[in-house]
């Protein structure tokens, strides 16, 4: 069975950082693109980050472009989303989750294990 656990999430003021992780078992992830989503209260499951199963290509939500960074570790089976100059817009719960394509994708569809999430507050 496959299992995601993001951890890293926290308060922290406006134009902070905080570095996500998310380590996978049951599947290794080197042959699976992986995704960062998030949701605030009352708001769509958004797109965050993407980055392909090597870790050569990566791709970004608009909101995140320019202060987020995606990567990842297969040797760990763990990938990162690092967060620069946080906004109090980026509070909402952030998921990492594992797609079924080998190249990244901004599509809920195509990601099928998800974790449970981690919560991201930043304070203005």
């Known amino acids: 069975q496959v299992q995601l656990v993001e951890s890293g999430g926290g308060s922290v003021q406006a134009g902070g950082s905080l570095r996500l992780s998310c380590v996978a078992s049951?599947?290794?992830?080197?042959?699976?693109?992986m995704g960062w989503f998030r949701q605030a209260p009352g708001k769509e499951r958004e797109f965050v980050a993407a980055?392909?199963?090597?870790?050569?290509?990566?791709d970004y939500g608009d909101s995140a472009k320019g202060r987020f960074t995606i990567s990842r570790d297969n040797a760990k089976n763990t990938v990162y989303l690092q967060m620069n100059s946080l906004k109090f817009e980026d509070t909402a719960v952030y998921y990492c989750?594992?797609?079924?394509?080998?190249?990244?994708?901004?599509?809920?569809?195509?990601?099928?294990?998800w974790g449970q999430g981690t919560q991201v507050t930043v304070s203005s």
């Open positions: 980055v392909s199963w090597s870790g050569g290509e990566s």
């Open positions: 049951g599947r290794t992830l080197s042959k699976y693109s």
């Open positions: 989750a594992t797609g079924r394509p080998p190249w990244t994708s901004s599509m809920i569809k195509d990601y099928d294990y």
